[in-house]
């Protein structure tokens, strides 16, 4: 696709002081396709997840997860369909019956808005906590240092680390950098925050203390939606299930149907391991 022009920065990367600090946006996947060669990561997925509601997404290995969460913020293009938050394209601009793609600088000024966790923490190594956290607001012009490390420090009390503002990565617990990283993704005060197993790198007694932070944001009014094999988790604090298999949604509805009286065979057999 050709590019379109660039976004203006102030129309999308308002001052967090600006916005309320409790926001959400709506995200819509309108039948969704990707592809690696001849394997179908994702088939025809369309899905709605309303403002600040929790989803969690469940599935065997393989059966697209991860890829639909990446699509939601554009680290990977789709080669059909679109995503839409808040009624803006994801990646892209429409004019007339056409999506053209936007300049790289134009997509990570639309990223601003949703905020991504992956598995592995990804903090910068030669940074120390406070630094990672500060980094994005004053690289994206949204706030002085100044301000910028008043925000850290209340972020490091949202997650129970302000004694670690000073730490080094390499000096923290897998528990604790995966925390850390939440920090840094609600930083730039997101729309949507996307969570790619934030547990699946932690050892057994770590995972508490990740899940209880994320619970905590579930009751904030943040959109949140989880890749997790945390089926517990799932049950406490989703507002809504969706199984996927083969790329394709098999099923979808609240925690307590699909946890509890799954329709689809697939989901049955799934829950029917991991419980």
């Known amino acids: 696709m050709s590019e379109a022009l660039e976004l203006n920065r102030d129309e999308n990367a308002a001052s967090w002081r600006d916005r309320p600090q409790t926001q959400a946006g709506k995200i819509e996947i309108a039948n969704i396709s990707k592809s690696y060669g001849a394997f179908k990561a ?105 301000e910028a490390i008043e925000r850290a420090y209340e972020l490091l009390d949202t997650v129970g680390l302000r004694e670690k503002a000073h730490a080094w990565p390499r000096q923290l617990s897998g528990g604790q950098q995966q925390r850390i990283a939440i920090a840094r993704a609600l930083a730039l005060n997101p729309k949507v925050m996307l969570f790619d197993e934030p547990t699946s790198a932690l050892d057994p007694e770590l995972v508490g203390e990740v899940l209880e932070v994320i619970n905590r944001l579930a009751r904030s009014g943040v959109t949140l939606v989880v890749v997790t094999h945390e089926i517990g988790f799932a049950r406490q604090v989703a507002d809504r299930v969706v199984f996927m298999v083969d790329g394709k949604i098999v099923e979808s509805g609240s925690a307590e149907r699909v946890l509890n009286r799954p329709v689809h065979q697939r989901t049955r057999r799934f829950l029917e391991k991991v419980l």
Not at 45 to 54: A, D, F, N, Q
Not at 71 to 78: G, M
Not at 106 to 133: C, S, W
Request: charged share 25%.
């Open 42 to 146: 994702l088939d025809d997925v369309s899905l709605t997840i309303e403002p600040g509601t929790v989803t969690v997404i469940l599935g065997p290995s393989g059966s697209g997860k991860s890829t639909l969460l990446r699509t939601i913020n554009h680290l990977e293009r789709v080669d059909k369909g679109f995503i839409q938050i808040d009624g803006d394209y994801v990646g892209y601009r429409r004019r007339g019956d056409k999506l053209y793609e936007l300049k790289e600088k134009a997509i990570l000024k639309q990223r601003i808005q949703v905020g991504y966790v992956f598995q592995n923490f990804n903090l910068f190594p030669h940074m120390t906590v406070l630094d990672n956290i500060i980094e994005a607001p004053i690289v994206h012009g949204l706030l002085k240092r100044r």
